[in-house]
């Protein structure tokens, strides 16, 4: 089994780090996609649009290590992503190559423009490479051709208060302290006044919802709805 989660900027995916801890730990394929480099954190105020994108890479790769997964960044562009045709084809193209069983995003109406963004095209992205010729626009002679993904993705989002779609939790009680190391990792790099017991008792509540110690907690949005019968 194959799983991706897509995010907008490293440090979004620490809810959902202790699901993909628990599937790389059971042998599936584990990988981590951030649309941008979060360039414009105000930690990077000194630094150079070079030194921040070798600073970003070298957190993702840290992270990915941690996970048991791989990394990979495009470079979309922090706070300016627009949901636009060309971003969902560079995430279409991610698929088609790393072909997921199941991705993980944000919920559509988070609060930053970018993650918004993110959801929107993550999905888009899922019609878009099930197209051969989508997919294989404007490769290039000297780029091998892409299979396009046809195979049935279940399609993973952050939890929403104000969305009806179906919740699933995971329980990740036996990942929680890596999941923590994770955390404690952003939290010293950019100065969040928000501790370890915090953090874990955030997951913690989560987990109560489910009976477990601590959980992720996901709403599950269908790719493509179910046959019905009639339309009435």
Same mark, same amino acid.
């Given at each position: 089994m194959r799983i991706l989660a897509v995010f907008s900027h490293p440090d979004d995916e620490l809810?959902?780090?202790?699901?993909?801890?628990?599937?790389?730990?059971?042998? @599936?394929? &584990?990988?981590? /996609?951030?649309?941008?480099h979060g360039e414009l954190a105000s930690q990077f105020v000194d630094q150079?649009?070079? %030194?921040?994108?070798?600073?970003?890479?070298?957190?993702?790769?840290w992270v990915a290590d941690k996970v048991g997964g791989s990394g990979h960044f495009f470079d979309m562009g922090d706070s300016r992503m627009?949901?636009?045709?060309h971003e969902a084809l560079q995430l279409a193209r991610l698929?088609?190559?790393?072909?997921?069983?199941?991705?993980?995003?944000?919920?559509d109406d988070s609060g930053h423009p970018d993650h918004q963004m993110t959801a929107k095209i993550?999905? @888009?992205? &899922?019609?878009? /490479?099930?197209?051969?010729?989508?997919?294989?626009?404007?490769?290039?002679?000297?780029?091998?051709?892409? %299979?396009?993904?046809?195979?049935?993705?279940?399609?993973?989002q952050y939890a929403s208060s104000v969305s009806a779609r179906p919740v699933m939790h995971?329980?990740?009680?036996e990942e929680i302290e890596l999941v923590?190391?994770?955390?404690?990792?952003?939290?010293?790099?950019?100065?969040?006044?928000?501790?370890?017991?915090?953090?874990?008792?955030?997951?913690?509540?989560?987990g109560r919802e489910a009976g477990v110690g601590f959980a992720d907690k996901f709403q599950r949005r269908a790719t493509f709805a179910p046959a019905v019968d009639y339309l009435i």
């Open positions: 809810g959902c780090v202790g699901s993909l801890i628990k599937h790389a730990k059971r042998g @599936d394929e &584990v990988s981590l /996609a951030w649309t941008t150079t649009d070079a %030194e921040v994108r070798t600073i970003r890479q070298e957190h993702g790769a627009t949901g636009n045709r698929y088609a190559r790393f072909k997921p069983d199941a991705i993980i995003t944000w919920s993550a999905f @888009d992205a &899922v019609t878009m /490479a099930r197209i051969p010729k989508i997919v294989n626009e404007d490769l290039g002679e000297a780029t091998a051709p892409l %299979e396009a993904h046809r195979k049935p993705v279940r399609f993973l995971v329980d990740i009680g923590k190391e994770i955390f404690s990792f952003y939290r010293d790099f950019y100065g969040w006044q928000y501790t370890d017991e915090q953090f874990e008792a955030s997951r913690a509540v989560i």
